[in-house]
């Protein structure tokens, strides 16, 4: 396996790793991972070399075309499936995935907290994780805190979300933002995943766009569901 050959993203996101050793889930045999926001796998990659079914969900052409590239020709994985469709179309439509692992990385601040309460709605409804019955499944998410560069970078929406019109250095001008406090997106998740046994911890990274300094703080949740 030759990682130079590899298109995008190379290696999973850290704080996914270190996640998925503490909780012992290379222990794990026979079980399914399904990640929202899958990009090109990179995430995914870490669980297909433990055996997991994989499956991922992403919007964009390109990085779903990536992910099956690197799945299929370079990494010769056998047990995976990409989705080229939106997460919120997804939730709503596919039934009793039953995943032992739902995923949720650094997707959520493009949509408002309406549409990430629907989506965690239809998951559960939909049992696209698996829990009921003594069972439960294991969850990971990273969202936008409010205290990253963007927060109310731009025109404010009546919902909360805001665009980010004023935004020249990240590379997401214009697109809709939303940040969360750590209490509140705790909040969400308990009420509509049943959300326990869980941790939360900040990410913050100073990086330099343009000779500008810019914060990029994250939110990042972790535990149980049923």
């Given at each position: 396996m030759f990682?130079?050959?590899?298109?995008?993203?190379?290696y999973?996101d850290?704080?996914?790793v270190r996640?998925f050793?503490k909780?012992?889930?290379?222990?794990?045999?026979n079980?399914?991972?399904l990640?929202?926001?899958?990009?090109?796998g990179?995430?995914?990659?870490?669980?297909a070399n433990y055996?997991?079914?994989?499956l991922?969900?992403?919007l964009?052409?390109?990085?779903?075309e990536?992910?099956?590239?690197?799945?299929d020709?370079?990494?010769?994985?056998?047990k995976?499936?990409?989705?080229?469709?939106?997460m919120l179309?997804?939730?709503?439509?596919?039934?009793?995935?039953?995943?032992k692992?739902?995923?949720?990385p650094?997707?959520?601040?493009f949509?408002t907290?309406?549409?990430?309460?629907t989506?965690?709605l239809?998951?559960?409804?939909?049992?696209?994780y698996?829990?009921g019955?003594g069972?439960f499944?294991?969850?990971?998410?990273?969202?936008?805190?409010?205290?990253?560069?963007?927060y109310?970078?731009g025109k404010t929406?009546?919902?909360?979300?805001?665009?980010l019109?004023?935004?020249?250095?990240?590379?997401?001008?214009d697109?809709?933002?939303?940040?969360y406090?750590?209490?509140?997106?705790?909040?969400?998740l308990k009420?509509?995943?049943n959300l326990?046994?869980?941790?939360?911890?900040m990410?913050e990274?100073?990086?330099?766009k343009?000779k500008i300094?810019?914060?990029?703080?994250?939110?990042?949740?972790y535990?149980?569901i049923?």
């Amino acid at each position: 396996m030759f990682i130079k050959n590899l298109k995008g993203f190379k290696y999973p996101d850290m704080e996914i790793v270190r996640w998925f050793f503490k909780n012992k889930l290379d222990t794990l045999k026979n079980e399914k991972v399904l990640e929202f926001a899958s990009h090109n796998g990179n995430n995914l990659s870490l669980f297909a070399n433990y055996d997991y079914e994989c499956l991922g969900v992403e919007l964009s052409k390109e990085h779903y075309e990536n992910a099956k590239y690197n799945f299929d020709g370079i990494l010769k994985y056998k047990k995976f499936k990409f989705f080229n469709e939106n997460m919120l179309d997804f939730a709503k439509n596919y039934k009793n995935l039953n995943a032992k692992v739902f995923l949720i990385p650094n997707v959520i601040n493009f949509i408002t907290k309406n549409e990430l309460k629907t989506l965690l709605l239809n998951a559960r409804k939909n049992h696209l994780y698996a829990y009921g019955g003594g069972d439960f499944s294991f969850f990971f998410l990273r969202a936008r805190s409010i205290k990253d560069h963007r927060y109310k970078l731009g025109k404010t929406l009546e919902n909360g979300s805001f665009i980010l019109n004023n935004d020249e250095f990240s590379g997401e001008k214009d697109c809709l933002c939303t940040c969360y406090e750590e209490y509140e997106l705790v909040e969400y998740l308990k009420e509509y995943l049943n959300l326990y046994d869980f941790e939360v911890i900040m990410s913050e990274n100073i990086n330099v766009k343009n000779k500008i300094f810019i914060k990029d703080s994250d939110i990042i949740v972790y535990g149980k569901i049923k």
